[in-house]
Structures are given as structure tokens and as C-alpha cells.
């Protein structure tokens, strides 16, 4: 069957797909905004990002689930509504309460939106080939969506105010939700198994835990709180577990995970999301603080990473044919430790274009591998389940992003600080000189750093500048470092978990 026909019908689903990538990143730019109309606490603040994250995950197999049982574009539709009607309570919202509530809504609404795309965009395309392009499609939008949403909500904040950045999904999302209801076709599991209530519980339950485990431990480290998150989570995933072996009709077959190319795939999704979401928390603040940039400025500064990134997710199917998934990945992985290396050595002196040229090497490698991995999992799941199937590769990118932030933002943290004291104490009475807050801020942050220095004497504020900056510049270093060291584990990982054969399979 030619792609041909289908070509409409994957460009109403790329708009899907890039709407929710757009719509979880363009708040991150607005939250200042927010917090000064609000005048917000920053805890509460945080949970305007982290609900989404939690309900996303939380939401993720039951969506799947439904989808594969009442069919993938219903709950496509399904989620564009709700992500349409949250988007509007979003912009509406007077208190920054209901504002994390609706959050949390537009989490639920990508859950609903992004496995089923991807479980119709299977359907559409059973040729192994032409599938792999799609799902290059699939991943090239989905980069370009997390890229740009910086650029867009800092315009949005810029020239008019942080609900706008909730303005733009509505009549997007009406639009995609009316053509797909014409064009996009309904896909389902033909048996209509009886749907898992009880694993549907257990999952949402159990992924929820997790993902609020990895947050609030970044956050405030080994504490009673987060020792329970941790335990619920792992005892309600393993009861899940157990569930899913005895029902007659699980949500997720766990025989899946015996393929050593399914649970390989998994893995890798895993380790680039935990790359790709830890570096680009840190990069803001990078371009912005280091180099000076404005908000829309340090957006469009990440676009050589974005757009290498989309080139490369587009080609690396062809790619993949000529000299296999295995290579592939491997290779681009390669290609990624090589930008992670490079960007390590990066110090305040360094022009932005060398800068550019990691992003451009990350960017690369990211979309050589992330397609051939999602395919490679994808591949292996029946088309009955292939509802499910995106949503344990949806949950296992979103588990993986979480921890990375949590990991990649904790080491800059602590080298941030361990470095802050190592330089007050080689100051000594020198920095004894400085205002009580003046010394509190430059130990809490770059960013409280950055605005203390402007009250100070100019004598005194080149050079409080210069040691934050080198702080966060080594902390930055020893982050990119980890992410090398990640990245090394996924080369071992698809060199030796993948099979040898040199062309793409089924």
C-alpha cells in the first residue's frame, strides 16, 4: 500500500502531536509572568509544570487502553476537546490554584492525544518502511514542537501576557479535531476486550507516584514524604505487575518485555528522553544568564539543535536501511556523546558559536536514534494494541525526561554550590564585605545571583558575576558530563542488546 493517500491524514496528526510538544513547553517561559500576577509561592508555582507531567504519566496506558478498545480517534477527538476547554480555563484562571488544575487537565488531554496518534499513525502504515518514515514524521514534529514553544510563548509573554500562551491551543485544536473527524480514519482492536479497570487503577496510581517521587526528591532530597511516594510507587507498579499475569485480558501483555528488542527499544527511548529533557532544563538558563540572552533570544538560539534534530529524524530511516537499526542508533548515539564532550569544556569565554555546533551535533544524533527506537519497540506490538503499545513508549519517555531534569539539575546544583563556598572561603575577609543577602543569593543561584549583583558596587559586582557564572559553567560541565556517561551506557546497551541482522525488520 503507498503512503501517498495517507500523507493528509499524517499531517493532521503531526499538528496533533506538535500541539501537545508546543503546549508543555511554552508555560516554562510564562512562569515568571505568573508569578508576579499571582504573586505565587514558588512551590505552588513549580506545580503549574509538574502536574501536567504527573497526569500525562499518570493518564498514559489507561488512554492507550481505551483507545485500542473504543477506537484511537475517538480518543483523539476526546483529547482535543478536553485540551481545547483546559487551555481556555487555563487562560481564564484568576489564582494560581485553578491555573495547576486546568495543568493538570491539558496533562490528561496529551495523554489522550499523543499514544492514540501514534497508534493510528501504526495502523496507517503497516510496511515496516513506510512505517519507519512515518514514525520519523512522528519524531521530527515532536522536536520541533519542544524547541519552538520557547520561542512562541516568549513571544506570546513578550508582547502580550502569560494567558496568552494558553490562547494559541484552542482554535488550533478545534481546527485538528474537525479535520480529524473528517479525514482521520477509526482504528480499533476488532475483539473489544473488556476494558482492565482494575490495571487501568493500579498504572495511573503507580506511574503518578513515581513521577512526583523524581520531583519532589529533586527537590527536597531523602525525606519521610519521599521514602512513601517511593514505596507506593513501587508497590503499586509491582501489584500491577502481578495483575496484569493473572487477568484474562491485561492492558499490557507483559510478555512484551521477554522480546530483548522491545525492552531494548524501551531502554533506549528512555536514556535519549533523560538526555534530551535534563539538557534542555539547563540550557535556558545557560543562554539567558551566561551569555546574556533575552528569553525569545535564548529560543531561537536552540533552533540549530532543533531543526539537525527534525533533518536528521527524516533520514534516518533511509539511513537505517542501508546499514541497519543497530548501527543506526549506535551511530547516533556516537554522534551525541561527541556533542556532550564538546559542550563539557565549555567555559565563560565560549562563543556561542561553538555552542551552536554541540547543539547541532546533540540535535543530530537525538534524531537518528529516536525514531529507529520508538520503531523498534513499536514493530513488536500487535496492531490490535498498538494503543497501549505508544503509551508504554509515551510513559517510558516521559519517566525518562522527569529523571533527567531531577539527575542532570541535581549535579549542576550541588558542583553550583560546592564551588559557590569553595570560592567565598578562598575570599575570605573579601567576602566578609559583601551585604548577608548579597552572599545568601549568590549561594542559592545563578539567577538570584544575577539580580543581586545589580546592587552591588561595581566594584564588587564584575567579579560576584564572574563566580557565579564560573559555578554554574563547571556545575553545567559536570551535568553535560553525566549525560556523556548516559549516553556511553546506551551505546553498550543497543551494541550488544540489538540483533546483528543489518536491515530494518518488521
Known amino acids: 500500500m503507498s503512503a501517498t493517500p495517507h500523507r493528509p491524514v499524517l499531517a493532521i496528526l503531526g499538528i496533533a502531536i506538535a500541539l501537545s510538544s508546543l503546549d508543555s513547553t511554552m508555560v516554562n517561559v510564562a512562569l515568571p509572568s505568573i508569578q508576579a500576577t499571582f504573586d505565587a509561592p514558588t512551590p505552588l508555582l513549580q506545580w503549574v509544570v509538574d502536574a501536567y507531567a504527573v497526569t500525562f504519566a499518570g493518564t498514559l496506558l489507561l488512554a492507550g487502553s481505551l483507545g485500542d478498545r473504543f477506537g484511537r480517534r475517538r480518543i483523539l477527538v476526546i483529547g482535543l476537546t478536553i485540551f481545547m476547554l483546559a487551555d481556555i480555563g487555563a487562560m481564564l484562571s484568576t489564582a494560581i490554584l485553578p491555573l495547576a488544575i486546568f495543568r493538570a487537565v491539558i496533562g490528561v488531554a496529551a495523554a489522550f492525544i499523543l499514544p492514540a496518534a501514534l497508534g493510528i499513525i501504526i495502523e496507517l502504515f503497516p510496511d515496516p518502511h513506510e512505517r519507519a518514515a512515518a514514525i520519523g514524521v512522528w519524531a521530527g514534529v515532536t522536536a520541533i514542537g519542544v524547541a519552538i514553544g520557547p520561542i512562541v510563548g516568549g513571544l506570546l509573554v513578550e508582547y502580550f501576557s502569560w494567558s496568552a500562551v494558553f490562547a494559541l491551543g484552542p482554535p488550533i485544536a478545534a481546527v485538528v479535531l474537525v479535520l480529524a473527524l473528517r479525514y482521520v480514519p477509526e482504528s480499533q482492536d476488532p475483539d473489544q476486550p473488556r476494558l482492565d479497570v482494575l490495571g487501568a487503577v493500579l498504572s495511573s496510581l503507580g506511574l503518578a507516584a513515581l513521577i512526583v517521587f523524581v520531583i519532589e526528591v529533586a527537590e527536597f532530597g531523602i525525606k519521610p ?86 533533518i536528521a529524524s527524516l533520514l534516518s530511516p533511509r ?52 525514531p529507529e527506537a520508538t520503531h523498534g519497540a513499536m514493530s513488536l506490538v500487535p496492531h490490535e494494541h498498538s494503543g497501549v503499545g505508544a503509551a508504554v513508549n509515551d510513559a517510558v519517555g516521559d519517566i525518562g525526561g522527569t529523571f533527567g531534569v531531577a539527575t542532570l539539575g541535581a549535579v549542576m546544583a550541588a558542583t553550583y554550590h560546592a564551588n559557590i563556598e569553595a ?11 559583601l ?46 558530563s553525566l549525560g556523556a556517561g548516559v549516553t556511553v551506557v546506551g551505546i553498550a546497551i543497543a551494541w550488544f542488546g540489538f540483533p546483528k541482522n543489518p536491515h530494518k525488520t518488521a
Open 319 to 370: 539511513l537505517a536501511d542501508r546499514i541497519g537499526v543497530r548501527n543506526t542508533i549506535v551511530a547516533g548515539l556516537a554522534v551525541v556523546l561527541v556533542g556532550f564532550l564538546l559542550f563539557s569544556t565549555v567555559t565563560l569565554q565560549t562563543p556561542y558559536a561553538v555552542v551552536a555546533v554541540c547543539f547541532v551535533l546533540i540535535g543530530t544524533g537525538l534524531g537518528l536514534v529516536l
Open 225 to 310: 514524604l519521599t521514602i512513601a511516594l517511593a514505596t507506593a510507587a513501587v508497590v503499586l507498579l509491582a501489584v500491577f505487575g502481578w495483575w496484569q499475569t493473572r487477568v484474562a485480558k491485561p492492558l499490557l501483555s507483559l510478555e512484551l518485555f521477554r522480546v530483548r528488542a522491545f525492552t531494548v527499544s524501551l531502554i533506549i527511548v528512555a536514556l535519549v528522553y533523560l538526555t534530551l529533557m535534563g539538557t534542555l532544563f539547563l540550557l535556558p538558563q545557560f543562554l539567558q544568564l551566561v551569555h546574556g540572552m533575552s528569553p525569545l533570544i535564548s529560543g531561537l538560539a536552540l533552533l540549530p539543535g532543533a531543526l539537525a534534530q527534525l
Open 435 to 480: 551585604p548577608p543577602n548579597a552572599l545568601e543569593a549568590l549561594r542559592s543561584s545563578l539567577t538570584a545571583a544575577t539580580v543581586a549583583a545589580q546592587n552591588l558596587p561595581a566594584e564588587y559586582a564584575l567579579a560576584f558575576r564572574e563566580i557565579a557564572g564560573h559555578a554554574y559553567v563547571s556545575g553545567l560541565g559536570w551535568a553535560l
Open 423 to 433: 570560592a567565598i572561603e578562598a575570599a575570605g575577609s573579601t567576602a566578609a564585605l
